[in-house]
């Protein structure tokens, strides 16, 4: 009842024994399976939901479809994100933080979880931040999930530690 009316696109992904991508990557935005497009007509043309042209990592922007950013070995990692209130009335949002090394697909990948609120006032937008302090991986994938009425906004934000290496096998293959 809350989604926004529009287009949009269903990505699929294909992954064996929760390790191997084998079709598209599903921590990214720009290497996915196959897709399928809908529509969703409804009485909703504004929303509340992460501003993705807004995110940053440790200061600099974030780019979803490029490149994961790298960052100090072990700094702590401010990821920043705007929460975009497009209707005419103050919403108040749960966000939901999830470190994982590496991706999202095991459980036991998960090192930190956070809920927060944040209230946006209407026709505005309010800044929302996770620290990462863990340092003992190379690759981090930071999933921000926003709930707004019965709909989410959800974006995976990937970053790397310089100088840390560690060997993982993304695809198998002949």
């Known amino acids: ?28 935005d720009d290497i996915v399976g196959n897709t399928a497009s809908f529509t969703v007509s409804g009485e909703l043309k504004t929303d509340v939901s992460f501003d993705k042209t807004s995110v940053t990592v440790a200061g ?60 946006v006032p209407a026709n505005s937008s309010a800044p929302v931040t996770y620290t990462a302090t863990d340092a003992r991986y190379p690759v981090y994938l930071l999933v921000g999930t926003l709930h707004w ?10 970053f790397v530690r310089s100088g840390m290496d560690r060997t993982r096998i993304n695809f198998p293959g002949i």
Do not use: M
Request: net charge positive.
């Open 149 to 158: 009425g019965n709909t989410q906004s959800i974006i995976n934000v990937r």
């Open 60 to 119: 600099q922007k974030y780019r979803f479809a490029a490149f994961a950013p790298q960052v100090d070995k072990s700094a702590p990692v401010p990821v920043v994100a705007s929460v975009s209130n497009k209707t005419n009335k103050a919403a108040t949002v749960s966000v939901g933080w999830d470190l994982y090394y590496w991706d999202a697909q095991l459980a036991q990948n998960r090192v930190d979880h956070k809920e927060v609120l944040v209230t």
């Open 1 to 28: 009842s809350y989604a926004k009316s529009g287009s949009y696109k269903v990505a699929t992904f294909f992954t064996s024994a929760k390790k191997f991508n084998l079709l598209g990557l599903s921590f990214t």
